[in-house]
């Protein structure tokens, strides 16, 4: 739903104004774009060095996805359905992007290194 808020113990759309429901369906659906996002994964072992390269630039558009989505899933919420009409299922799904950044970020640290001690092997064989 677009536009929910909280009148007489109720979670509705009905009090929202047309305008409010028009802004809040193009928000939801800009993250519902956004949110389709990959995992990050680990590289499989012996990569080359031009293919660590290519995972952490596809690494990169991922974790911009994920930043999207979570700041697109969170304004939506923000600015669209009452603080009182927030179910788990929001928060669930801020939860797991937060988590998928995460790993994203270990795996970016871990080809990182992987790029690095390619490039000491390169410099110690010189």
Do not use: A, W
Not at 12 to 21: A, F, M, R
Not at 72 to 100: A, F, P
Request: glycine share 4%; charged share 40%; aromatic share 8%.
């Amino acid at each position: 739903m677009s536009c929910v808020k909280y009148h007489g113990g109720r979670c509705s759309n009905k009090n929202c104004t047309s305008d409010e429901k028009k802004e809040c369906k193009g928000i939801y659906f800009k993250y519902k774009r956004i949110c389709r996002i990959q995992k990050c994964k680990y590289p499989r072992k012996n990569l080359s060095f031009n293919k660590l390269i290519r995972q952490l630039d596809k690494l990169k558009y991922i974790k911009r996805d994920i930043r999207d989505c979570t700041y697109y899933r969170k304004k939506h919420s923000r600015k669209c359905i009452d603080r009182e009409c927030i179910d788990v299922g929001h928060l669930m799904q801020i939860e797991q992007l937060n988590r998928g950044l995460y790993r994203c970020k270990q795996v970016d640290r871990y080809i990182k290194e992987q790029i690095q001690r390619q490039e000491d092997i390169l410099e110690s064989s010189k």
